[in-house]
């Protein structure tokens, strides 16, 4: 990484500290970027809430990056069913059951609920132009940005690649990313492919639970061994 990228950076966490000594991250818990930002946030804010959004809740091994995260004094987790949710329930995606008690909301609403509910405006995402051409169109404007700001909300490591990401990581020892079958770098809940044949075999009891809520994955991968 270029010296002058972290400094970038924190020099744009510096700035929403001043805004505020609560910050809201998006965290997806078992991703290099997600480490690698609550790392940075957690000696820089006084509070630091992580919010994750699930598609199953409660997969243990998803369980076990939040409990890395609470380990951290000034960390509190918000759970949130994530906003596709609704979408793959309404479908049908892999699944018969009915909607129930599932609303349709927008990565916005669920941020603004929580900066009301903890009196913030500073909102941090983890992410990156180098993640794909999308992205870099997406967030030219935050990497060019003195602060890594776009649209009121923060992009400290915007400018960051997947293998600042991974030396950061292995430099402070923090959690690996868990990849789940896939070739990325790091990869969370999916319906793909190999990331559904991976979990039925290294968390058999997890695969329940998604086949609980999504039945129709034990009909075209089988059941849990």
């Known amino acids: 990484m270029y010296p002058s990228v972290y400094t970038k950076t924190l020099s744009s966490l510096n700035n929403a500290r001043e805004k505020n000594d609560t910050c809201i991250l998006f965290?997806?818990?078992?991703?290099?970027?997600?480490?690698?930002?609550?790392?940075l946030l957690k000696d820089r804010f006084k509070t630091v809430v992580c919010c994750f959004l699930y598609i199953v809740d409660n997969l243990s091994f998803?369980?076990?990056?939040?409990?890395w995260a609470k380990t951290f004094q000034n960390v509190i987790i918000e759970k949130y069913p994530h906003p596709i949710l609704y979408n793959y329930k309404a479908s049908g995606y892999f699944s018969t059951k009915a909607v129930k008690g599932i609303k349709k909301v927008s990565f916005n609403d669920i941020a603004d609920i929580l900066k009301k509910k903890y009196n913030t405006e500073v909102v941090i995402y983890g992410h990156k132009v180098s993640d794909s051409y999308i992205r870099r169109g997406m967030?030219?404007?935050?990497?060019?940005?003195e602060f890594h700001t776009q649209y009121n909300k923060y992009y400290p490591i915007v400018n960051w690649k997947n293998k600042d990401c991974i030396d950061y990581i292995?430099?402070?020892k923090l959690p690996r990313?868990?990849?789940?079958?896939s070739k990325r770098p790091s990869s969370g809940v999916?319906?793909?492919?190999?990331?559904?044949l991976f979990i039925k075999e290294h968390?058999?009891?997890?695969?329940?639970?998604?086949c609980y809520e999504f039945n129709l994955l034990e009909v075209k991968y089988g059941k849990a061994e």
């Open 27 to 39: 965290f997806s818990a078992t991703g290099k970027d997600s480490i690698v930002l609550l790392h």
């Open 62 to 67: 998803i369980e076990n990056y939040l409990n």
């Open 139 to 145: 967030f030219a404007g935050a990497a060019k940005n």
């Open 170 to 172: 292995t430099l402070n």
């Open 177 to 181: 990313p868990l990849k789940l079958g």
């Open 190 to 196: 999916s319906f793909r492919k190999e990331t559904i």
């Open 203 to 210: 968390y058999p009891q997890d695969y329940k639970k998604m």
